[in-house]
């Protein structure tokens, strides 16, 4: 099925580079006809994603400067999209971050400032970019952000992070709540390990990607591309009754009692 998101206005939070699950999220959108505005933050991001844009030939493609540890800026990046376009139809929050540091060794370990850094970032803007997005969402717009197993269960040297899309997670079907009533959906998709930038900074990271592959029933990792499927399907009409889910996306490795 093509055209599922034809003249829906997307917005794509956190595409770091070209193997990010962000830009897996925004080609597949793309190729349902998605009208994509992305957001970025620093020079070096924006050059970065001025690139991809410009090899996936999609030009054209609105870019707006958004800091999601501070309230006034994403206030004033969703205003700016939402005075551009004729409503945002969806957003895939795809940001995360903790110190290095603090994703290696032991949990009791993380520091004050570290945690409270992994909270504010990684679970706390989905909030925040939410209460703004949805200004200018009408009935049938969606909300996605990305989690990990890590928030269910104790993964190595996942630690902070872990605690923080525990978080995210219960953010997730709070916010559903919340939105329920205006015909908004808010729903995550817990991706199985993808050799992402974010993840190389997870220690031992290449272990748990050879411990997964064995493990999981179809024995291989996930893609970039076929998180975007799942993205595509809850950002769109297909998903119209799907609210204050998380979706498994990791090769069915969370039904593994080990």
């Known amino acids: 099925m093509?055209?599922?998101?034809?003249?829906?206005?997307?917005?794509?939070m956190g595409v770091a580079n070209k193997w990010s699950i962000a830009w897996g999220i925004a080609e597949m959108c793309a190729e349902q006809g998605a009208n994509l505005i992305f957001t970025y933050f620093g020079e070096r991001s924006l050059k970065s994603l001025e690139k991809l844009i410009s090899d996936a030939g999609l030009e054209g493609a609105m870019m707006v400067s958004c800091d999601v540890s501070t309230d006034?800026?994403?206030?004033?990046a969703f205003k700016q999209i939402g005075e551009s376009v004729n409503g945002i139809h969806g957003v895939a929050h795809c940001i995360a971050h903790a110190n290095k540091d603090e994703l290696r060794g032991l949990y009791m370990d993380t520091s004050r400032e570290g945690f409270k850094m992994a909270q504010d970032i990684s679970a706390?803007?989905?909030?925040a970019v939410t209460k703004q997005a949805t200004k200018?969402?009408?009935?049938?717009?969606s909300v996605i952000t990305l989690s990990y197993l890590g928030g269910e269960r104790v993964v190595m040297n996942y630690n902070v992070m872990g605690v923080a899309k525990a978080a995210l997670e219960s953010s997730v079907k709070y916010l559903a709540h919340d939105l329920g009533p205006r015909g908004i959906r808010v729903n995550g998709i817990s991706a199985g390990p993808i050799k992402t930038l974010a993840a190389k900074g997870?220690?031992?990271?290449?272990?748990?990607?050879?411990?997964?592959?064995e493990k999981a029933p179809l024995r291989r990792l996930v893609t970039q591309r076929e998180v975007g499927n799942a993205a595509v399907f809850l950002l769109s009409d297909?998903?119209?009754?799907?609210?204050?889910?998380?979706?498994?996306?990791?090769c069915?490795?969370?039904?593994?009692g080990y």
């Open 2 to 12: 093509s055209g599922m998101l034809s003249d829906k206005n997307i917005v794509v």
């Open 72 to 76: 006034e800026d994403i206030e004033s």
């Open 124 to 127: 706390y803007s989905l909030v």
């Open 136 to 141: 200018y969402m009408a009935e049938g717009a």
């Open 202 to 213: 997870v220690g031992e990271f290449n272990e748990i990607g050879r411990y997964f592959k």
């Open 238 to 250: 297909m998903g119209s009754a799907v609210t204050g889910e998380v979706m498994h996306v990791d």
């Open 252 to 256: 069915g490795f969370n039904i593994l």
